[in-house]
Structures are given as C-alpha cells and as structure tokens.
C-alpha cells in the first residue's frame, strides 16, 4: 500500500515549484519555456494538473479574474464549458502562500465559493459587453453568456494550499440550484497522489426519488472484500451521471 508523505513536506515542495515556475525557472523539460506568472495563477496550473493528469477533471483553460462590480466581489481562477453534459465547472483559489500550513475558515469558504457563484452571474447577464474585447476574460465571460441558455448544471471547485476543517465534507450538493460544490485542500492532494487512487464515491439513493435498491451477496467471493449484485433503474443511472 503506497505511503502518504509527510503533509509539511508536500506542501513545501508545492510551494517551491509554485515559486520556480512563477520566476520561469524550472529544470523539468516538460515545462521549458514557460511565461512567468503570478504565484496564485501558478498554483492554481499546479493544483489542475494533478487532477487532470489523474482523471478527476477534464481540462480547465486557466483564467483569472477578481473584481467588484454590482453583484458584489467576483472571482474566479479557471473555468470549462461541457455543452455536451451541459454543465459549467469553475475553479476558484484560496491561496495562502505562508510558511505554516494554515487551517482554512468555513467563513472563508463560503466567501470563496459565493464568489465564484457571483462571476457565473455576472457572465450570464452580458457583462462582456463591458469589458476589453482583446483579453482573455472577456473570451471567457462571452463564452459563458453565449450557452448560459444550455447549461444545467455547475460544478464549483475550490483549491486551497491550506487544509480544511476536519467536519467539512469534501463535497456538497445544492439540489435545488444543481450546484455541485468540490473542496480540494492540500492534505486531500497529498492523500490524492501519495496513493495514486481516486476518492471514494458516497451517493445517498434517498435523495434520487426513493428507490430501493435490494442487492444479493455473491456466495464465494474473495477473502479480502465482500460483492453484491444488484439492478439499477435506468431513471436512477440518468440522475447520477447528471
């Protein structure tokens, strides 16, 4: 069973490579080349690769934007647009960038992602018209006006280098909204990649409409784990790949 490195010391090393790259200097060949960038932006590319090497996401196009307008304070670090799943993820950033590993508020938490929440809003209502034609965030706010009529579904992620606190749920739904919230702290990334394996799903089938799902226990099985089979109603498989 792979070993979880020491939490400081990932978090070190992300650091020093977040610091590196920011400055362009980085002796890995993959990343000759690359433009310096403020760290924030850095860390954010850094954080993505990870998930998206791993299968988590798909791909992301890094851009960031933090303003006040009308609707309050707006941020967000990267973004992407499935319109085949009609659904937009965007990723926003808490990047604390201190020598002591931080605890993360709920408070700041919630800010983030209402943050976050706010830019889909603003994008919705035709703010690009507003903005400067020839930068990416105006790309990035059209694009999301231009299928804000497709989209069903949102999928909200935040990043931090911080960790979080420990009666936090990895993840949220707001079923009402269809708003998916994902937290991803530095101790569930070094967790994430020490094991090289994917978190553990939890779906409440209560929450889908009532089913009962009855299963039958496999009589001879492995020593080492437990099977069962069971028949999912096609409605149910719909819902959850939503």
Not at 105 to 118: G, H, T, V, Y
Request: proline letters at 4%; hydrophobic letters at 35%; glycine letters at 4%.
């Amino acid at each position: 069973m792979p070993i979880e490195r020491n939490l400081e010391e990932f978090r070190r090393e992300l650091l020093s490579e977040v610091i590196d790259r920011s400055r362009g200097e980085v002796e890995n060949e993959l990343y000759e080349g690359i433009t310096p960038d403020f760290k924030e932006n850095i860390f954010t590319k850094i954080f993505i690769e990870y998930l998206t090497e791993n299968g988590v996401i798909d791909e992301p196009i890094i851009c960031y934007l933090q303003r006040r307008t009308g609707y309050g304070n707006v941020k967000v670090n990267a973004y992407n647009i499935d319109t085949d799943a009609h659904r937009i993820d965007l990723f926003v950033a808490l990047f604390n960038d201190t020598a002591e590993l931080p605890m993360v508020l709920k408070s700041n938490i919630r800010d983030a992602c209402e943050q976050a929440l706010r830019f889909l809003k603003l994008s919705r209502s035709g703010y690009h018209d507003k903005m400067e034609q020839s930068s990416e965030q105006f790309d990035m706010v059209q694009g999301i006006y231009k299928v804000k009529d497709e989209i069903q579904f949102v999928h909200i992620y935040l990043l931090t280098d911080g960790v979080l606190p420990s009666d936090l749920s990895y993840s949220e739904d707001d079923e009402e909204e269809k708003i998916h919230f994902q937290y991803w702290d530095v101790k569930r990334l070094n967790r994430f990649v020490s094991s090289n394996m994917r978190d553990a799903i939890e779906i409440d089938i209560s929450k889908y409409g009532g089913y009962i799902i009855e299963c039958l226990p496999l009589r001879s099985p492995p020593a080492c784990y437990s099977a069962y089979l069971t028949i999912f109603p096609g409605k149910l498989l719909s819902d959850l790949y939503e």
